[in-house]
């Protein structure tokens, strides 16, 4: 009922920035939070950023606090990640996902988000 559609994914060098988008459509109404998500090659899918996007208070995986950032178009439903000094260590599929906010808020627990995009790839050489 909610599709998501990433974007703005590519090849960086190290140092180099990179903004992702996240579209949203479809039963967004009750969509209380956004969050991007990373999955290298042979590791689990693990939190990056997320935004509620009521009040706007955000969250980072400490791996990207300082180099990341997070925001919000409301009337959009649609989510940016602005990645700044980028590493090697950054390169990975990255996911959109949408949480309507049951239950207690977890941003950082990827069970607590219901619908998920497809992923961007992100490459960052060195």
């Known amino acids: 009922q909610v599709q998501l559609v990433e974007s703005g994914g590519g090849l960086v060098q190290a140092g180099g920035s990179l903004r992702l988008s996240c579209a949203a459509s479809?039963?967004?109404?009750?969509?209380?939070?956004m969050g991007w998500f990373r999955q290298a090659p042979g590791k689990e899918r693990e939190f990056v950023a997320a935004?509620?996007?009521?009040?706007?208070?955000?969250y980072y995986a400490d791996s990207v606090e300082g180099r990341f950032t997070i925001s919000r178009d409301n009337v959009k439903t649609t989510v940016y990640l602005q990645m700044n000094s980028l590493k090697p260590e950054d390169t990975a599929i990255y996911y959109c996902?949408?949480?309507?906010?049951?239950?207690?808020?977890?941003?950082?627990?990827?069970?607590?988000?219901?619908?998920w995009g497809q992923g961007t790839q992100v490459t960052v050489s060195s």
């Open positions: 935004i509620r996007l009521s009040v706007g208070s955000t």
């Open positions: 996902a949408t949480s309507r906010g049951y239950g207690a808020s977890r941003p950082y627990d990827k069970a607590w988000y219901d619908y």
């Open positions: 479809g039963r967004t109404f009750r969509t209380y939070a």
